[in-house]
């Protein structure tokens, strides 16, 4: 299958601070990629749908402002968690399409103090 | 719209034995069906996919799965469970189209292996 790296794998921050979690497709390119959570002993829920060179399309309920993405390249996309709270702690997880499948990145476990 | 429904959310079976791990899904298209495995703290493994070609779809580390479109279901099975299999499997659906990739998540399913 195919790689795709997510860094940091895990991040500790105080509340207010701002994180970035940088995703990569090691071995493939594609336009369109996604990012979604995974809070404890639930599922993953989509948070937003990103094309390269386009504004990211939000799930409902996601703010836009606070989770902002950037998708500078077929194989680079970075999820910036703006003035972080406690309950913004989950697991985040990127993955990349190819053809219907999706492939995912290992996640970045984020826990705000 | 569309929804997955994972029937359990713990199953335990013995080494050697038939997993069974169900999946009842609602998408107002023809759905493309996917299930997933997550070991802790790590991402989500593709084991197999449904995309509209053979019903019986087989995947990796010896799972297989059918799609039945009069049952609305995808359930996963393998007939002899192996300690390495224990972890968490999700059950997802794409509806294709502008939805394309777009991936919907059942509940999932800790499965565990005991001796």
Redesign the interface.
């Known amino acids: 299958?195919a790689v795709?790296s997510?860094h940091p794998s895990r991040v500790i921050c105080k509340s207010g601070t701002s994180v970035k979690i940088e995703c990569r497709s090691l071995d493939f390119q594609a336009t369109?990629m996604?990012w979604y959570r995974q809070f404890p002993k639930?599922?993953?829920?989509?948070m937003a749908?990103s094309n390269e060179g386009s504004k990211a399309t939000y799930e409902q309920g996601v703010e836009k402002d606070k989770f902002l993405i950037n998708h500078a390249s077929l194989t680079l996309s970075t999820l910036t968690v703006t003035s972080a709270h406690p309950e913004d702690s989950s697991f985040y997880?990127c993955?990349w399409?190819r053809g219907?499948?999706?492939?995912?990145?290992?996640?970045t476990?984020l826990l705000v103090l | 719209a569309q929804s997955v429904t994972q029937l359990g959310s713990h199953v335990s079976v013995s080494e050697g034995a038939l997993v069974l791990l169900r999946c009842n899904y609602s998408s107002s298209v023809p759905p493309?069906l996917?299930w997933?495995v997550q070991y802790p703290?790590?991402?989500?493994?593709?084991l197999l996919?449904y995309?509209s070609a053979a019903t019986l779809v087989k995947g990796i580390n010896g799972f297989e799965a059918e799609f039945k479109k009069s049952e609305t279901s995808f359930h996963l099975t393998k007939p002899s469970a192996h300690m390495s299999d224990a972890a968490e499997y999700?059950c997802a659906v794409?509806e294709?189209g502008t939805s394309?990739?777009?991936?919907?998540?059942?509940?999932?399913t800790i499965l565990t292996v005991h001796p």
Not at chain 1, 100 to 107: I, K, L, V
Not at chain 2, 41 to 46: I, P, T
Not at chain 2, 100 to 108: N, P
């Open positions: 299958g795709v997510q369109t996604f639930q599922s993953l829920m989509l749908t997880i993955s399409g219907e499948t999706q492939y995912f990145g290992p996640g476990r | 493309y996917f997933y703290n790590q991402g989500l493994q593709l996919k995309t999700f794409s294709g394309y990739g777009k991936l919907t998540f059942g509940q999932g």
